[in-house]
């Protein structure tokens, strides 16, 4: 899933000194990680501990201890406070249970500066013939009306603390490709593209910034048989780290970029690179779904 999806020069498959997490300061800052249990999630939440957010609250249907111990760890590894971490159990398709917890995450931090949704569910399914419509859809459930609820939840905190003001979804590079048997991951992946397109143009003028990334080609539970590996005939795809996504989310997010707002950024690309092609990306309109002819 490189190839035709590479937009710079060079590529990264894990972190890289030019991004390294450590070297930012989010101090003062409130940070929300959906998903946060295990794999992506707790890759990103560990670089924003490393980065120094004071207030990180974490969102997850599991336990959250392991991915809070980590975060400690390495805060203190680097030299960084320990943030206050606020652990939220919910799911994140219920719109009861996200409202509760963007309650609870203005009533113990009093502001949000950077909301990432990054719960997802759903690689597979098969042909459309042969889906259970219950699983297609719930797969629409999560990956797309569950970031949809939290934007409408943490939309008007974000717009009270000002500041930074970053919506970072994880979509998937999936979202630009047709891959029989995917019909569901993949096309709920595109509409959040969308989703996350009317998050900025609504609130852009209001200092909201909002971008969609794909996180790298990061084996996780999504991506792991029943064995606990991924299968052979993909497993030389999934080679990048949950670190590389981590401190990626961290380095777009860490100032406000209003550029960036409405687009669409593969992780694995060399960031300090993007960023220098600014002027062509806003120039074009680049990185974005758009009907060409």
Do not use: C
Not at 137 to 147: D, R, S
Request: charge should be neutral.
């Amino acid at each position: 899933m490189r190839g035709d999806y590479d937009t710079t020069s060079v590529v990264h498959s894990d972190t890289y000194p030019a991004i390294d997490s450590a070297k930012a300061d989010l101090s003062g800052k409130a940070v929300f990680i959906s998903g946060a249990t295990r794999g992506l999630g707790r890759g990103i939440s560990v670089s924003f501990a490393k980065a120094g957010a004071s207030m990180i609250a974490l969102g997850g249907r599991a336990d959250l201890s392991d991915t809070a111990q980590a975060m400690r760890a390495a805060a203190a590894r680097v030299g960084k406070p320990e943030p206050n971490i606020l652990k939220l159990k919910f799911d994140v398709s219920s719109r009861e249970s996200v409202d509760a917890a963007a309650a609870e995450i203005k009533k113990t931090f009093g502001r949000i500066d950077v909301v990432v949704n990054n719960a997802g569910t759903g690689l597979g399914g098969g042909p459309i013939a042969e889906t259970d419509p219950d699983n297609w859809w719930n797969t629409f459930a999560v990956n797309l009306k569950g970031p949809y609820l939290i934007m409408r939840a943490l939309t008007p905190l974000m717009l009270e603390t000002g500041g930074l003001g970053a919506f970072v979804t994880v979509s998937s590079v999936g979202a630009h490709l047709r891959s029989p048997g995917y019909s569901a991951y993949q096309t709920s992946k595109l509409a959040v593209l969308r989703l996350t397109e009317f998050l900025n143009a609504e609130y852009s003028d209001k200092g909201i910034v909002a971008f969609t990334i794909h996180p790298g080609n990061v084996a996780t539970d999504m991506t792991r048989g029943p064995d606990g590996k991924v299968p052979a005939e993909i497993a030389h795809i999934f080679v990048d780290t949950p670190e590389l996504t981590g401190d990626s989310v961290v380095y777009l997010s860490k100032e406000k970029r209003e550029w960036l707002g409405g687009r669409y950024v593969n992780v694995t690309w060399d960031l300090p690179e993007l960023m220098d092609m600014k002027d062509e990306i806003v120039k074009g309109d680049k990185l974005k779904v758009q009907f060409v002819v």
